[in-house]
Every structure is written in C-alpha cells, then in structure tokens.
C-alpha cells in the first residue's frame, strides 16, 4: 500500500525542539517533575513519552517514573469488528494514585482513544490529575476531550492522514500529512 | 492474525500461530488479573452460558471469573437443577437457551463430541470445557501457558503425561497441542490405561515410570478416575502408587529438575504424594491463576467474530 505524501509539515528538527518545548510545558505547569508520571500510548505514543521523559530528565536531573497503556479492551468499537485485534501488555510498575498522570498520544484525532484510556487508568488507581499531551492535534473531535499540551496544531480533513515518523522506530524524524488509503485509487 | 474458527472445540487442527496468538494474548490478561480493579469492559453486552452437564469446579469457576473479569454476562446450567432431569433432549435444551439471544457457550458433557454437535444446531460460539474422552482444549493450553512462562518456549521441550493416557480428555489435548508448539511428548502409564497404537500419535511410549523421569523436563501427572476403578484395569489403588505415584524420594532419585503439573483434582496419596502437590517442585497453584487467563483469551479472540458481519 502506497499512500501518497501531501506534504512534510514538520522536519527533524522541528521534532526535536517541539519535544524540548513540550517538556517544559509540563515541568511548569506542575512546578517541577516530582509528582508526574509520564504514561504512553501503544504504540507511537510510547515513543514520544520516552523521549518526553529523557528531555525532563536532562532538565529537571529527575527520572519521572514512565508506563505503557494498551487500551485495546476498553475500545468502544470492538463489538463492530469481525475479529478481535491483537492486544499487548501494559506496563505501569507504579501506582498512579494522587500522581499528576501526562497521557501522552502521538496524535490527537476524534479522541476515542483517549476517552478508551481514561477509562483504562480509572481502573488502574485515583490519579491526583490526568494531563493529556499529543505531537499532533488535528481537530474533528467526537468526544468533550481537549489536549493540555499540544506540540503542533495542523487542521486536516477527513480524507487526509497524520503520520508522526520518528527515528526510533521510523529511523527519522517528521510529521507528514498524507492522504487516507481508501481515498488512493 | 486471528482465529481460524468460530469455535474452539478442541486443539486437533488448531495451528502454531493460533496457539501463539491465544497463550501470548493470556500474557496480556495476567497483567490486568494483578490490578486493583481486574476487570476490563471488553464483553460488555456478550452473554455467555455455562452449560455444564458434568460436575465440575476449577473449570467452571475459572471460566465464570474469566467471563466476569471481562465484563460479559453470565449465566450457569448445571443438570441437576434443569429440565435435563425432566428429560429435555439435548437439541431442545441448546435451541431453548439460544431464544433468549446467547452470544457464546461454554460446554462440558460425559459424551464425545457435543459441543461439535451444538455447532449444528445454534449460531453461538461454542467452547469446549471437556467432552467425554475426547479433548479439554482450555486445560491444555493453560498447561501449555504455564510450561512456557517457566521454560520461555515450547520448542525441543520434553513433557511426559503420566497416568490414565487412554481415558483423558485432558492427555489427548495436550498431546495435539504439544506436537504443534514442537515440544516432544512421552506418554507414561499402565499398559491397560494406554490408547492402543499411541506412537501413531508422534510420541514416545512407556510403562515404566522411571523412563518419564530420566527423559522429562515436566511431568503431567492425570488423575487416576476413580470412579472407573471398578472396571479392573489396574489390580489396587496402592499398587498403582506403587508404580506409578510421584513420591519425593523418585523426584530425588532422578537427580534432575523436574516441574510437576496436574490437572485436578489431585488424588493425594495416589497418583500424587501430599507432600509432592505442596512442594517446590509442583506448579498446579500457577496452573490454576494462569487458567482464568487462558480462558479470557479464548472468550475475547472468539468472541469477535459476528455471524451477522460475515
């Protein structure tokens, strides 16, 4: 399957100083890196939590303690599939209990998702807050959830796509904005 | 990667990778069963019947918790408390149940081959909890789970299956499953409680106990079916122990490390010294916690095929 690239909105490094800035963001907004965990979303939102806990390490000289979420159960859309995704493990070694938790997504989109894994950590424990930081906000919500810190706003339409690419599993850098399969002929 | 069939009514025919995707999705289930809360929405709205027309506790327990941790509803049958007892055939029973709109069953029967039967008669998913001498694919892969989180991988692994091999629906699904996953399998027992042919099967066959242990690296030990004694198969209880009954002093003896697996019901003193089943070398506790996992793999990789979407 070849998707056709519309165009590079963000290069390398532009990734990397929007990370840098959205680590920022967080460590002032809750004064510091004491009481948040950092927790990611399978599975590009993993890697850019990672990278978001590196950059608030190097800053603050703190290590923020980092999970991983796979909200695949609580999706609202299994009951409308023919066969059941694959599901991988959670990995949260910490309680989140009266922690200010920063779910952290690679793009932001008709917030399903993110509804799926605020159910997921309610089941985990009674985070003292849960903060919401994406790469991408691309807007066509169909759900009352907002970002708290939003790496790049890029409007699209429907028949378009966000692809967040970084090094660590893409071996580069960028955001692109490519067109939907079903839309390539 | 999913599933080929609707159903799960045994391990024949089920492949490598469908083994792999049920025990590896298990994995997944383990870290939601350590929560506070362990319970996820998945089969929120799926109703799931446990139809269980032999007795049964570890297996109906298990399947009932699997289907509660993942939020489905569920109802229980038992024949001593049915229309079973009035002499509802089997067909009637099954057609009743699916009336009131039942998304899946879980099935155990004293006869081979019903829940394939079932299949023929309602749309539901049905899951075999052990027919007859036939299969108990969930027993198996929740032995096979327990195996791999010990050991890493199945592959080139030695598992010898002690005890009654020709009555046990449990031996005959591991066995399949087993071969599959590329373990080698060793079926240890009284000649008279042998499947005739068994090495048809790809599996090595013997009569002396002390073979298993010199050989195996996990030990299946089967319940002696007490209530099939009578038939004289095996002259007294205390000779089978003799021969064949796990005690600590052959486990030491065999100067290897053995991991010890049973199905249950343990016959202590039997096929099982009491202080074998309490000691470092038997995992039956693990298989018991690793069982609700399995089974809530199974009820979520099945329970997203939909006849009305196919």
Same mark, same amino acid.
């Given at each position: 399957m070849v998707q056709k690239i519309k165009a590079k909105i963000v290069d390398a490094e532009g990734v990397e100083r929007t990370i840098v800035r959205l680590a920022h963001e967080v460590i002032e907004r809750n004064r510091g890196a004491k009481e948040i965990v950092v927790i990611g979303l399978r599975t590009r939102g993993v890697t850019i939590g990672r990278r978001l806990v590196e950059k608030i390490k190097a800053i603050e000289n703190f290590d923020v303690p980092f999970g991983v979420l796979d909200v695949t159960l609580y999706r609202d859309d299994f009951r409308r599939r023919l066969k059941q995704p694959v599901i991988q493990i959670s990995d949260i070694p910490f309680a989140i209990d009266e922690k200010h938790v920063i779910l952290v997504d690679d793009v932001l989109y008709t917030g399903r998702t993110m509804r799926a894994a605020l159910d997921a950590l309610m089941d985990l424990g009674r985070p003292a807050s849960v903060q919401v930081a994406v790469f991408v906000d691309r807007g066509h919500r169909e759900m009352p959830i907002r970002a708290d810190y939003v790496g790049k706003n890029i409007p699209t339409s429907v028949g378009e796509e966000i692809q967040v690419r970084l090094k660590q599993v893409d071996q580069e850098d960028c955001v692109l904005l490519v067109e939907s399969p079903e839309e390539v002929e | 990667m999913a599933l080929q069939s609707r159903h799960l009514l045994g391990l024949e025919g089920v492949n490598r990778e469908e083994i792999a995707l049920i025990l590896d999705t298990a994995e997944s289930f383990m870290e939601i069963l350590q929560r506070p809360i362990p319970k996820v929405p998945t089969l929120r709205g799926k109703t799931v019947v446990n139809l269980f027309f032999e007795n049964s506790t570890r297996t109906r327990i298990s399947f009932e918790l699997a289907e509660k941790r993942l939020t489905a509803d569920t109802v229980n049958f038992s024949t001593s408390t049915s229309s079973v007892k009035k002499g509802e055939t089997l067909k009637d029973?099954? =057609? @009743?149940?699916? /009336?009131? @709109?039942?998304?899946m069953v879980v099935v155990r029967?004293?006869?081979?081959? $019903?829940?394939? !039967?079932?299949?023929?008669?309602?749309?539901?998913?049905?899951? @075999? /909890?052990?027919?007859?001498?036939?299969?108990?694919?969930?027993?198996?892969?929740?032995?096979?789970?327990?195996? =791999?989180?010990?050991?890493?991988?199945?592959?080139?692994?030695? #598992?010898?299956? $002690?005890?009654?091999?020709?009555?046990?629906?449990?031996?005959?699904? @591991?066995?399949?499953? &087993?071969?599959?996953?590329?373990?080698? $399998?060793?079926?240890?027992?009284?000649?008279?409680?042998?499947?005739?042919?068994?090495?048809? +099967?790809?599996?090595? #066959?013997?009569?002396?106990?002390?073979?298993? &242990?010199?050989?195996?690296?996990?030990?299946?030990?089967?319940?002696?079916? +007490?209530?099939?004694?009578?038939?004289? +198969? !095996?002259?007294?209880?205390? *000779?089978?122990? =003799?021969?064949?009954?796990?005690?600590? *002093? =052959? &486990? *030491?003896?065999?100067?290897?490390?053995?991991?010890?697996?049973?199905?249950?019901?343990?016959?202590?003193?039997?096929?099982?010294?009491?202080? $074998?089943?309490?000691?470092? !070398?038997?995992?039956?506790?693990?298989?018991?916690?690793?069982?609700?996992?399995?089974?809530?793999a199974v009820l979520y990789l099945l329970s997203g095929s939909d006849p009305a979407l196919e």
């Open positions: - | 029973t099954i =057609r @009743n149940i699916e /009336a009131m @709109n039942i998304d029967h004293s006869a081979a081959g $019903v829940p394939l !039967f079932l299949t023929r008669c309602v749309d539901a998913a049905i899951i @075999n /909890a052990g027919d007859g001498m036939h299969e108990h694919p969930t027993q198996a892969l929740l032995d096979m789970m327990t195996i =791999r989180r010990k050991a890493g991988d199945l592959q080139g692994l030695k #598992v010898a299956i $002690v005890g009654d091999i020709a009555h046990s629906r449990v031996a005959g699904s @591991n066995i399949h499953g &087993l071969l599959t996953m590329g373990a080698e $399998v060793m079926l240890c027992g009284p000649k008279t409680l042998m499947p005739m042919h068994a090495e048809r +099967l790809g599996v090595r #066959v013997s009569h002396r106990l002390e073979d298993a &242990l010199e050989w195996a690296d996990y030990l299946n030990v089967l319940r002696i079916q +007490l209530e099939r004694q009578h038939k004289g +198969l !095996f002259p007294t209880i205390r *000779e089978y122990h =003799r021969e064949f009954g796990i005690t600590l *002093e =052959r &486990l *030491e003896q065999a100067k290897r490390d053995v991991v010890i697996l049973h199905p249950g019901p343990i016959n202590r003193g039997v096929e099982l010294d009491s202080d $074998v089943a309490d000691s470092d !070398f038997s995992v039956i506790l693990d298989q018991v916690t690793n069982g609700v996992a399995v089974r809530m």
